[in-house]
């Protein structure tokens, strides 16, 4: 497993994001991510938990 060099995690101040609509009228927001890959799901479980910890919202995907 990799050593925990951990970086702080800022995240950038609140803005609002620019409306979006498509022809149907459904409004976009946009959303940006970072996809961390695993060595397995207990890897994963560590992962998801560092970051957690971190003030982070996540979303956990298995593909």
Same mark, same amino acid.
């Given at each position: 497993?990799?050593?925990?060099?951990?970086?702080?995690?800022?995240?950038?101040?609140?803005?609002?994001?620019?409306?979006? &609509?498509?022809?149907?009228?459904?409004?976009?927001?946009?959303? &940006?991510? +970072? +996809?961390?890959?695993?060595?397995?799901?207990?890897?994963?479980?560590?992962? &998801?938990?560092?970051?957690?910890?971190?003030?982070?919202?996540?979303?956990?995907?298995?593909?």
């Amino acid at each position: 497993m990799p050593e925990n060099n951990a970086i702080p995690l800022n995240p950038p101040p609140q803005q609002k994001a620019a409306k979006h &609509y498509g022809r149907n009228g459904f409004q976009y927001k946009q959303q &940006y991510g +970072v +996809v961390v890959l695993c060595e397995s799901e207990p890897h994963q479980q560590q992962v &998801y938990a560092a970051l957690k910890a971190q003030g982070l919202k996540l979303k956990v995907v298995t593909v």
